[in-house]
């Protein structure tokens, strides 16, 4: 029978996925652009997605899996498709994301593997069953406690189960160094604005996640970087995800930074300006993501 989604606690701010900021479940435009970079995410960047699943140290293939802070699904689907006799509980304070996900499992033929679960993971938890597995990519540095978060996942998981934990080395660049012409630099410009911003709003961004996970009694079996450059020639998915990016980046960046520099990153989220994102021929994705496999001690 098909899963149904399920309301558990939910506050405006709370903490969302992979992605710059906190998104509000009423967030209205901002939220559909989250969604928008989320998806554009999981397209652009699913065979590295598919090589992170692989690789994970499972003992035996899980049949109960939990994804965190799930967003529109990026990490649900990878897990689906990895696991096939897997069913996954995915949670996430938006609505938005979590309806944008309901309809892709429908659209795809898993939405009877599949059960929503709406909750602000800083707030006390809904029941989520004994997972074998719990996925955590790109939320846990969003949270107000993640030690407190960590013990929760250790409580959570049944015996021997497997923690899976995606972090971010940081938001993601698509231009070549000289770029562009006329202010050279600008995207490293942005990124260090963008690090002044994180370093006050999202401090738990960085953290030592492999440490942190052994303090909360769990044994880090395995951990790697995942290198991400994808491009040129770069698809039409890797324009729409490097002007969304550069969207939200600027969104972040704009209190600090120069005003050539805000004029110049205005030419190239122009759509219709012949020096735009989307005219570019030098289009890159590059990034990288560090992943932990932790496990419960039994």
Do not use: Q
């Not at 995606?166 to 562009?180: K, M, Q, S, T």
């Amino acid at each position: 029978m098909p899963f149904r989604e399920a309301t558990g606690p939910s506050a405006d701010g709370s903490p969302s996925v992979a992605g710059m900021t906190h998104t509000s479940p009423c967030a209205g435009h901002a939220s559909d652009d989250h969604a928008e970079i989320l998806d554009l995410d999981a397209e652009v960047l699913a065979e590295h997605l598919a090589a992170i699943t692989a690789w994970l140290p499972v003992t035996a293939p899980p049949r109960h899996i939990v994804d965190l802070g799930c967003g529109t699904g990026a990490g649900t689907f990878a897990l689906l498709d990895r696991f096939p006799e897997a069913e996954v509980i995915a949670v996430d304070a938006s609505a938005g994301h979590l309806s944008r996900l309901l309809e892709k499992a429908a659209a795809t033929g898993a939405a009877g593997r599949v059960r929503t679960v709406r909750a602000d993971l800083d707030a006390p938890w809904p029941g989520l069953g004994a997972p074998e597995l719990v996925w955590a990519s790109a939320s846990l540095h969003h949270m107000a406690d993640p030690d407190r978060t960590l013990g929760r996942v250790r409580d959570l998981l049944a015996p021997g189960g497997l923690f899976a934990v995606v972090e971010l080395a940081g938001f993601p660049r698509f231009l070549p160094a000289d770029a562009p012409e006329d202010r050279p630099g600008l995207e490293e410009r942005c990124h260090a604005a963008l690090d002044r911003y994180h370093a006050e709003h999202v401090p738990h961004r960085g953290a030592d996640w492999g440490a942190k996970l052994t303090a909360a009694g769990f044994t880090v079996e395995a951990e790697r970087t995942v290198t991400v450059n994808v491009g040129p020639p770069h698809t039409d998915a890797v324009g729409r995800y490097a002007l969304a990016g550069l969207r939200r980046l600027r969104g972040a960046a704009a209190g600090t930074l120069a005003a050539e520099d805000l004029t110049a990153l205005d030419r190239l989220l122009d759509a219709d300006d012949p020096r735009g994102i989307l005219r570019r021929d030098d289009l890159t994705v590059r990034t990288e993501r560090m992943v932990w496999a932790a496990r419960r001690a039994s």
